[in-house]
């Protein structure tokens, strides 16, 4: 387990409970977001808690989303099939970041993840998410109201090399 700023115990949940609350968001509540598409091409978002403010798509996980209390946002992460998050350090300040895995596809930092488990994000320091198979990959994202000391920086694509490693080797040990 990635150490984070507090000793949250990584929560596991239901699969068929996610999956039912997922089914549960309007397609409406789907929005491509802002940003570089070299990084994150077909990526899609659900708002699910803004400024510690429930949206209405939250209401749906608010028994996900209270294990992570205080939680400042949240929204749902779709990833394509055949899609990917590029290697990326993400923009400050930081808090403490979380993911919950609602639909398991492709790998995180080169790892398998599973439905229902959680996970803790450095995401100071380069990710990335690869998503191959033929089926959409679905994560809760949730920053807790919780800061992390670590200097502010802005957002920065990392480069892959020739080999088509990314130039952080084991992104999880960091």
């Known amino acids: 387990m990635i150490p984070t700023s507090s000793s949250l115990r990584p929560p596991t949940f239901d699969p068929g409970q996610l999956g039912n609350a997922l089914a549960a968001v309007p397609p409406s509540a789907w929005a491509l977001p802002l940003g570089d598409d070299d990084v994150t091409p077909g990526y899609q978002l659900a708002r699910l808690v803004t400024g510690c ?69 450095r995401h100071w320091r380069p990710h990335r998410a690869d998503n191959p198979t033929s089926v959409d990959r679905i994560h809760i994202v949730i920053d807790r109201d919780v800061w992390v000391d670590v200097p502010p920086a802005p957002f920065q694509r990392i480069e892959v090399s020739r080999e088509g490693q990314d130039e952080s080797a084991d992104l999880r040990d960091a």
């Open 53 to 121: 403010r429930f949206r209405p798509a939250g209401e749906v996980f608010r028994f996900v989303l209270d294990e992570f209390a205080p939680v400042f946002t949240a929204w749902l992460a779709r990833v394509p099939a055949g899609s990917y998050i590029g290697p990326h350090i993400d923009e400050g300040p930081y808090h403490e970041r979380w993911h919950v895995v609602v639909a398991a596809a492709g790998t995180f930092d080169g790892r398998q993840v599973v439905a229902g488990e959680s996970f803790p994000v």
